[in-house]
T-cell receptor, first 109, second 113 residues
Framework: GQNIDQPTEMTATEGAIVQINCTYQTSGFNGLFWYQQHAGEAPTFLSYNVLDGLEEKGRFSSFLSRSKGYSYLLLKELQMKDSASYLCAVRGGNYQLIWGAGTKLIIKP | IAGITQAPTSQILAAGRRMTLRCTQDMRHNAMYWYRQDLGLGLRLIHYSNTAGTTGKGEVPDGYSVSRANTDDFPLTLASAVPSQTSVYFC????????????FGPGTRLTVL
């Protein structure tokens, strides 16, 4: 079957760095996405990886290893507004997205 | 303002009633999607449309139907609502570029009693 795993909840301190992991097993692979979702709002696109390696975009970076079925989202210089759920999604062989349940990130002052 | 709109924002519905959730985008995206989001679960695809005039079934299509008469609109219909369809419903759209990221509407919170 197809499966995406990410931690349910993480806590970090304002100004620190946090890494959110995502492992996946899918039928085919055509890219991995990270989305941010604030409580009560819609998901918004953060990053996309299709080749192995690190993609950096400001305070956020995303890493992919296709051979290991593994990705992480790295958030630097955490701000209170980063408190949200972070969703990992894989575009499978049929080009539809398979979503993880999301990681709720709590930022403490 | 470019984007996706959904209506209604929220709705309480009696079981057995018919309900249509509306979704409109003005970005001229070819593909559109309907998801439901339930606590502790990832977004689950209900139906999708790769282009106007075509639709396809997602992971959880039973009890739902869609139509795509034009590029902008993608309504989702619950023919006879059941309590298990209580959820937050998101409509999304995507372009046909390399990344093809999906843009989401604000969601409809539906409660079926």
């Amino acid at each position: 079957g197809q499966n995406i795993d990410q931690p349910t909840e993480m806590t970090a301190t304002e100004g620190a760095i946090v890494q959110i992991n995502c492992t996946y097993q899918t039928s085919g692979f055509n890219g991995l996405f990270w989305y941010q979702q604030h409580a009560g709002e819609a998901p918004t696109f953060l990053s996309y990886n299709v080749l192995d390696g690190l993609e950096e975009k400001g305070r956020f970076s995303s890493f992919l290893s296709r051979s290991k079925g593994y990705s992480y989202l790295l958030l630097k210089e955490l701000q209170m507004k980063d408190s949200a759920s972070y969703l990992c999604a894989v575009r499978g062989g049929n080009y539809q997205l398979i979503w993880g349940a999301g990681t709720k990130l709590i930022i403490k002052p | 303002i470019a984007g996706i709109t959904q209506a209604p924002t929220s709705q309480i519905l009696a079981a057995g009633r018919r309900m249509t959730l509306r979704c409109t985008q003005d970005m001229r995206h070819n593909a559109m999607y309907w998801y439901r989001q339930d606590l502790g679960l990832g977004l689950r695809l209900i139906h999708y449309s790769n282009t106007a005039g075509t639709t396809g079934k997602g992971e959880v299509p039973d009890g739902y139907s869609v139509s795509r008469a034009n590029t902008d609109d993608f309504p989702l219909t619950l023919a006879s609502a059941v309590p298990s369809q209580t959820s937050v419903y998101f409509c999304a759209s995507s372009d046909s570029d390399e990344v093809n990221e999906q843009f989401f509407g604000p969601g409809t919170r539906l409660t079926v009693l």
